[in-house]
Each structure stands twice: as C-alpha cells, then as structure tokens.
C-alpha cells in the first residue's frame, strides 16, 4: 500500500469583513492563535483551550504561521496600531477617570415602598 500525498490542503483561514482573519468556522482569530503560540503554548494546549479548534486546524494554521512570518507580522502589527487607535478615540470620547465613582453615584438607594 502506498500513501498519496495531496498536491495542497487548504489552510482554514477566512477574511472577514473589516480585515479580521478568523479560523473558518469558529470566531477564533488568527491573532488569538499567534499570540498564545509565541507565549510558548503547544498546538495541543491550544486546541484544548479552545474546544471550537480542531488540533489538525491548530497545526495548519501553526505551519502557515511559520511559513509566512513576514506577512503575519505585518497583518499583527496592523491590527494593533488599529486597535490602539480604536483604544485611544475611546479613551478620547469616554474618560476612564472616575468611571467607579459615577457608576456608585448612579446607585442611589431608593426607599422601599410601605
């Protein structure tokens, strides 16, 4: 018997709208995957961290990792400037001083009716 080697397996990722590369068929990012791998997780412990994940899917996406650092990156360092920018309008239009102290104001007691 002797083993067929396919010509190319697709690799699961997806683009979606607003340029977020998600696993297909879970809501897992390419991000999420690349940052648990360069803190040092295995593909088994990512799988199992994300159950939505097959390890084969893990293992693929690992390889293109690998194969495509440049690119990947560049695709990381993309998203975050944009998520610091997203951050900082927030921070701009939302002050986050003294948030705590609003959300107890807002709590005041009400008398229970008799």
């Known amino acids: 018997m002797s083993l067929?080697?396919?010509q190319t397996e697709p690799i699961p990722l997806v683009a979606?709208?607003?340029g977020v590369i998600r696993v297909k068929g879970t809501r897992v990012t390419l991000d999420t995957?690349?940052?648990?791998f360069d803190r040092g997780a295995t593909a088994e412990e990512i799988a199992q961290q994300y159950p939505t994940l097959s390890l084969a899917d893990v293992y693929a996406?690992?390889?293109y990792l690998l194969r495509h650092h440049a690119k990947v990156a560049?695709?990381?360092d993309q998203r975050a400037t944009r998520s610091d920018a997203v951050r900082k309008e927030?921070?701009?239009r939302?002050?986050?001083q003294g948030v705590r102290a609003r959300l107890l104001a807002r709590r005041s007691p009400h008398p229970t009716p008799r």
């Open 4 to 6: 067929v080697v396919e």
């Open 94 to 96: 939302f002050d986050p």
């Open 16 to 18: 979606e709208s607003g």
């Open 61 to 63: 996406v690992l390889g």
């Open 90 to 92: 927030n921070e701009r």
């Open 33 to 36: 995957i690349a940052q648990a």
């Open 74 to 76: 560049a695709y990381l």
